[in-house]
């Protein structure tokens, strides 16, 4: 069955830049999302169509697509990005799906 | 302000039934699309089902497809996930998710998440 793949961790020094991945066959045709969800807390949209970033989430946080895979990147982290980052597309027939997941360490 | 309240999560035997709600205030509920997505304890997301602004268009993940049935009430301003054939795979917080469109289907994606509730399957 269909995966979007993502690296089970990534770390970072506060002020430094963390690339998050996510890999998927169908992601050359569909969008990819990105949802942070800190612990205890419900999910929150970052990243929606690949690059856009909704109203209140800061610049820092931005997205980029090429061939099979999509990247979130964090430009100056900080402490408070500590959180579980999720990819989410759809497959080739438009069947929803979420990314394996990323923890996100800012340290 | 965008609010969505989950409820009817409890303790249910396997093989028994459920039906979860989704309160929704703050926007004009029939103007979007709805999902449901749940996460199990300690793992990653899961998305359920989905349902268009007039359920014209509704889909859902194989895992529960002939067992949830989700549905809404426009009047009502409200979500539903009827879950029956309960499994113990399926203990997982439940969350509602507004859309940010108005159809479901090719580009819909959940938007503004309420805080979920619980659904555990136990003998």
């Known amino acids: 069955s269909y995966e979007l793949t993502q690296p089970p961790s990534v770390s970072v020094s506060p002020g430094q830049t963390a690339r998050i991945t996510c890999s998927g066959d169908?992601?050359?045709?569909?969008?990819a999302y990105w949802y942070q969800q800190k612990s205890g807390q419900a999910p929150v949209l970052v990243i929606y169509?690949?690059?856009k970033r909704p109203s209140g989430i800061p610049e820092r946080f931005s997205g980029s697509s090429s061939g099979t895979m999509a990247t979130l990147t964090i430009s100056g982290a900080q402490v408070e990005d500590e959180a579980d980052y999720y990819c989410?597309?759809?497959?080739?027939?438009?069947?929803?799906?979420f990314g394996t997941g990323t923890k996100v360490t800012v340290l | 302000e965008v609010q969505l309240v989950e409820s009817g999560g409890g303790l249910v035997q396997p093989g028994r039934s459920l039906r979860l709600s989704c309160a929704a205030s703050?926007?004009?509920?029939?103007?979007?699309?709805m999902h449901w997505v749940r996460q199990a304890p300690g793992k990653g997301l899961e998305w359920v089902s989905g349902?268009?602004?007039?359920?014209?268009?509704?889909g859902y993940a194989d895992s529960v497809k002939g067992r949830f049935t989700i549905s809404r009430d426009n009047a009502k301003n409200s979500l539903y996930l009827q879950m029956n054939s309960l499994r113990a795979e399926d203990t997982a917080l439940y969350y509602c998710?507004?859309?940010?469109?108005?159809?479901?289907?090719?580009?819909?994606?959940?938007?503004?998440w309420g805080q979920g509730t619980l659904v555990t399957v136990s003998s």
């Open positions: 998710a507004k859309d940010r469109a108005r159809d479901y289907g090719s580009g819909s994606y959940p938007g503004k």
């Open positions: 349902i268009s602004w007039n359920s014209g268009s509704i």
């Open positions: 989410y597309s759809t497959d080739s027939s438009g069947n929803p799906l």
């Open positions: 703050g926007f004009t509920f029939d103007d979007y699309a």
């Open positions: 169509e690949d690059s």
């Open positions: 169908a992601l050359p045709k569909k969008y």
